[in-house]
């Protein structure tokens, strides 16, 4: 049972265009929802948490959104860098359980 | 901010042996910390809770007798598998929650990539 999905595999943008990831999930009880960016064969790093009672938090280039009623989220970078060229997972949590349950992940490319 | 390692980096071992994996919470105290692994192209997956001072709690399908956890202090947990084989190669990653962590954010370690011969 994949409780949070990210149903596109791979993306491919413009630098300097928006790039925009998007992530579902099923449990309603989840609290907080995070992304998590990676290189290959280095461990995921933190860029950008939302709480589930925010729709909106923005952090520089990155902002994320959530729509509780649809349970799903979306994080955009803009103007997109080639350094930010890596997979992105989402990941939820519930309140008091510290565990986090990730998406499948999206490979976003940034083309020159 | 918080930084987790991890050691060794990459290992190649042969089918029958075991591998000791350690992650270190360097400059913050973890009372709990995860261990997961990554098949190529597939997502991070959680293999158990290693918990400081009591037994780990392994997720659904996860061998424990296979995967020994032991969370020595409240800055180290060591992943040891056992009797390893082909199929155990993989990427393997822990992390570790910030007490009091607002979100539930946890640091990752960079990665340890086992390949069993």
């Known amino acids: 049972d994949q409780q949070v999905k990210q149903n596109s595999p791979s993306l491919s943008v413009q630098e300097g265009r928006i790039s925009i990831l998007n992530c579902d999930y099923t449990n309603s009880m989840f609290d907080y929802f995070l992304w998590y960016k990676k290189y290959p064969a280095e461990g995921p790093t933190f860029l950008i948490s939302i709480s589930s009672i925010k729709d909106k938090n923005e952090d520089g280039r990155f902002t994320v959104f959530l729509n509780k009623s649809a349970k799903h989220l979306s994080l955009h970078i803009v103007p997109s860098q080639p350094g930010d060229s890596a997979v992105y997972f989402c990941a939820a949590s519930i309140q008091g359980a510290q565990k986090l349950v990730f998406g499948q992940g999206t490979r976003l490319t940034i083309n020159p | 901010g918080a930084v987790v390692s991890q050691h060794p980096s990459r290992v190649i071992c042969k089918s029958g042996t075991s591998v000791k994996i350690e992650c270190r919470s360097l400059?913050?105290?973890?009372?709990?910390m995860f261990w997961y692994r990554q098949f190529p192209k597939q997502s991070l997956m959680l293999m158990a809770t290693s918990n400081e001072g009591s037994k780990a709690t392994y997720e659904q399908g996860v061998e424990k007798d296979k995967f020994l956890i032991n969370h020595a202090s409240l800055t180290l947990s060591t992943l040891t598998v056992t009797s390893a084989h082909p199929e155990d190669s993989s990427f393997y990653i822990c992390?570790?929650?910030?007490?009091?962590?607002?979100?539930?954010?946890?640091?990752f370690g960079p990665g340890t990539r086992l390949t069993v011969l």
């Open positions: 992390s570790a929650p910030l007490a009091g962590s607002w979100n539930n954010e946890q640091f």
């Open positions: 400059d913050f105290q973890a009372t709990t």
